[in-house]
């Protein structure tokens, strides 16, 4: 991988208060983040949770009901050459199938006042320096991916937005494309990502930002959202009914996940082994559980609606893990799926953006 020396970036990636109603959907609900340069940031959240409408809104596509999405103070619609400052590549493809790689990125080069000579950097910065000239209705998901990408960093930007980057990339691909978004964020660029390949994600970023129903779980750095979760421990034992029992004299829940094994959340090694020890409980195993990434998005994004009656959430309703991050007050409303209506079509993005 080999990429011209980027400008240190600058730009700061504020959303405050941001909302976006469509009809009597509340897509975005009161967001509150915060993006800043030479980090990887994951923004993460399950289908529904109002990650691409922010995005939009981000970008200038769409219009917020209320709260704002700026760039260092602006508005995306107010920077003097956006092409140059924030590069974007969002879910849809806009490629003419019959249209060479080299032109497609030719024309959106004269478009955007950009020396033809960038076209060949970009095309070699993500691989394809060999398939310029191929059309692009032969490639594959994989290699429009990588166009895209070259596309955005076009103006050699000191913004990179990417929504779903991964889609279509190989083992190898997903491993470039890793050490790319590191290689630029180390430039000093912004770079914000969105994602649902959890594992990835964990090898990737720097920090996080985690959405559910269009409301805020957490923020920070993922270190901290992981350290302060606190996963219990795993237990495996022949008396595992009398260990529950134990246990339970002492105010702490077992949930059995086998015949002869359970596991005991918010305990330490050093308040449990000798609890059991001082029962003479026989042990098999007892071992931390490993807290990752994919453990701690599914407390934080569990639905967690009230229930009908205005109370507590309903039976099943996963709780955040004790200390993690900033999860937003008031969570909880209306159901996860939206849809713009249909009669609705969307704006077509600003050159640079796919």
Known sequence: MTAAPGPTGDTVLEIKGLTKRFGSVEAVRGLDFTVVPGRVTGFLGPNGAGKTTTLRILLGLVAPTSGTATLSGRRYAEL????????????????????????HLRMVALASGIPFTRVDEVLELVGLHG?????????????????????????????????????????QGIAWLRDLLRHLAGQGRTVLVSSHLLAEVAQTVDDVVIVSEGQLRASGPLSELTEQAHPGMRVRSPELDRLISV???????????????????NVTPEVLGPLLAANQVVLYELAPEVTDLESVFLALTAPRGPAPDGGAPPPGAM???????????????????????????PPSAPPGVL
């Open 80 to 103: 003097d050459d956006p092409v140059r400052q924030v590069g974007a590549v969002l879910e849809a493809t806009s490629f003419h199938p019959a249209r060479r790689a080299r032109d």
């Open 247 to 265: 246990t339970g004299s002492a105010g702490m829940t077992v949930r059995r996940t086998a015949a002869d094994t359970g596991f005991i959340d």
């Open 319 to 345: 709780a955040p893990p004790p200390g993690a991050m900033a999860p937003a007050a008031g969570v909880g409303g209306p159901p996860t799926g939206w849809a713009p209506p249909p009669s609705a079509p």
């Open 131 to 171: 398939d310029g000239r191929r059309r692009v209705g032969g490639f594959s998901l994989g290699m429009r991916q990588r166009l895209q990408l070259a596309t955005a960093m076009l103006g050699d930007p000191g913004v990179l937005i990417l929504d779903e980057p991964t889609n279509g990339l190989d083992p």
